[in-house]
Each structure stands twice: as C-alpha cells, then as structure tokens.
C-alpha cells in the first residue's frame, strides 16, 4: 500500500528539536508511527532544546531577560548573521575551489577538508573511552527527552522506533587515520561502539525499538562511498542503504 513519509527533521538540530516539534504538531499530522534519527556526530551534545538561537533557523526564547539580552548582541542581527555568513561562504567557496584545481580532492567537496577534519576531530571525543564516563553522565542528564517522545507516542498508542546514525568517524578508516594523523589522536582509547551500545541498552531498557545502522554501515562501506566528499551526510547510496536498513527492521518488528 501507499506509505506517506512527513520528515520534520532539520538541520543543526538534536532530539530535543524534534520531541518540541512533536509536541507542537503531532496531533495535527496523527502519525501511524514516529520514526527519530539520533546521529551519533552531535544527538548528545544537541538532546535539550533550550537555547535562544537553536541551529541557523530556529529562535524561540522563553526569558524575557535572554530576549532582551539577544538584540542588544550585534553578532545576533539579522544584517549581521547575514554579512558575515556571506563572507564565509564565499570565503569557503573559494578554497574549495583551490583544492579541486591543486589536485587536493578528486571531487568537489561540501566542507573544505581543513573545516571538515576540524568538525571531525572536535567531536571525535564520543569515541574516546577516557570520556565514556562523562558521556554517560550527559546521557544520563539529557535522556529525559527520549523518555517524553515515548510518552507521547504512548499515550496515542503509536509505535516509536529510534533509529541511531553512525558518524562517518565511525564508518571510514581512511578518516579516522586522517583525523588521528593531523590531530594527534591515540586510536589505542577508541571505542566506536561505545556511543551507540548507549543509546541501545537505554532504549531496550525502556522498551523502545532501536535500530543501530552501524554494522551495516561499516560492512557495506568497505564496497561502497556511503557519505558526501567532506560532508557529514549521506550521498545517494548511503540513503538507500538506510532506507533498506530501517524499512526492513519497520516490517519486521512492528
């Protein structure tokens, strides 16, 4: 039959987004399912959604004194945002444009590798199992968004299924050789399952379905490209891949 797909997500964004989305719109769409994508690059720094400028779109403040606050903030006017974005846009655009012509990248890329490498390195610490305490204990904090997804679905007697989205970190070896390379990181303290174990054992624990991409992903990735060229998304096969991955666990568990 015909299956229609509403996707709310955006970008910059964590579960915290999604549960105030849920929130504000479910009723009026009565979803059949509600399907969460957690991925692993930045779902546990981004689970709350409690800041005033919340990724590059979103502002919704709640104080009175943080609005004040936040127009008297020249960086936070809109002709500001604008200009120096712009800047850098054009500023990345063109460096990009210098790689591709020096031979630094066989295609053009989304980020340029200096920005992407950097984005890697910086949250690359998921994977370090020096911090796996302090990673549990920011779980620990923020879990509560998952908990009042599940609440709403239950109260509306709709299924919930968490899918989890492996970092390319995760997936790539030539990237993590790279990142460690440049950055210094001692691979000796990886443990790249450690996040995703996390988020599992929570929501077995808490009878949510859980589906975890990573296997799959690593398996495949050894045939295959399944992200954009210095990006953090997937390109066309690494879409179908987890399309395939969470239509199959869909069918088969609910």
Not at 39 to 54: A, E, L, P, Q, T
Request: with cysteine.
């Amino acid at each position: 039959g015909k299956i229609q797909v509403i996707n709310a997500g955006m970008e910059s964004t964590g579960p915290g987004y999604c549960q105030r989305i849920l929130e504000k719109y479910g009723d009026r769409i009565k979803p059949d399912l509600v399907l969460l994508g957690f991925f692993i690059g930045n779902g546990f720094n981004d689970m709350r959604f409690d800041s005033v400028r919340y990724g590059n779109f979103i502002y919704e403040p709640t104080d009175i004194r943080k609005k004040f606050v936040f127009y008297c903030r020249f960086k936070n006017f809109w002709l500001s945002q604008f200009f120096f974005k712009e800047i850098s846009y054009l500023y990345y655009l063109n460096k990009k444009k210098k790689e591709l012509l020096q031979g630094a990248v066989k295609e053009e890329s989304f980020f340029t590798e200096d920005v992407f490498l950097h984005a890697e390195y910086v949250r690359s610490w998921v994977f370090d199992a020096r911090f796996n305490e302090a990673l549990k204990d920011l779980w620990d904090r923020d879990a509560w968004v998952i908990l009042k997804i599940k609440d709403w679905c239950e109260r509306r007697h709709i299924p919930l299924v968490i899918a989890i989205f492996p970092d390319e970190f995760q997936v790539e070896e030539d990237l993590r050789d790279k990142v460690s390379k440049r950055y210094h990181l001692d691979k000796t303290f990886m443990d790249l399952r450690y996040p995703n174990n996390l988020i599992v054992d929570f929501c077995r624990g808490h009878d949510i379905y859980v589906v975890d991409l990573l296997d799959d992903f690593q398996r495949s990735s050894e045939f295959k490209r399944l992200y954009l060229m210095h990006s953090t998304h997937w390109n066309e096969d690494g879409n179908a891949l987890a399309g395939k991955i969470i239509s199959g666990f869909i069918k088969k568990t609910i």
